[in-house]
């Protein structure tokens, strides 16, 4: 599978933005996905995850209320809408699948995603 992330760019502080992850070269509707940032200086974090049928959605603490994650199966897409950005949201973010074998199954752990996309740098200006 490969992925695509695109969507970044400059923003001030309370503004919004929608990252889209393209996947190809397999079947996307198998796959749990995931968006996992890292700001300069910092470890590569867990933001949201969906799983492959769109049934499960979990998200990191300091996303919640803020960020919605969601996917397209016809498309092969999955989104993160970004909204109440703040300085602190700044950093690349990339998307990462996985096979799945349950529809309900939304996977956290860094570790346990086999496919990643190169990333898109948000900023946030304060």
């Known amino acids: 599978v490969q992925l695509q992330a695109s969507g970044g760019g400059l923003v001030q502080t309370g503004g919004s933005l929608r990252l889209s992850c393209a996947a190809s070269?397999?079947?996307?509707?198998?796959?749990?996905m995931g968006w996992f940032r890292q700001a300069p200086g910092k470890e590569r974090e867990f933001v949201a995850g969906i799983s492959w049928s769109g049934a499960s959605t979990y998200y990191a603490d300091f996303v919640k209320a803020r960020f919605t994650i969601s996917r397209d199966n016809t498309q092969n897409t999955m989104y993160l809408q970004m909204n109440s950005l703040r300085p602190e949201d700044t950093a690349v973010y990339h998307c990462a699948a996985n096979p799945e074998s349950s529809h309900t199954i939304v996977v956290v752990s860094e570790t346990s995603y086999r496919y990643w996309g190169q990333g898109t740098l948000v900023t946030v200006s304060s």
């Open positions: 070269g397999h079947t996307f509707g198998n796959y749990a």
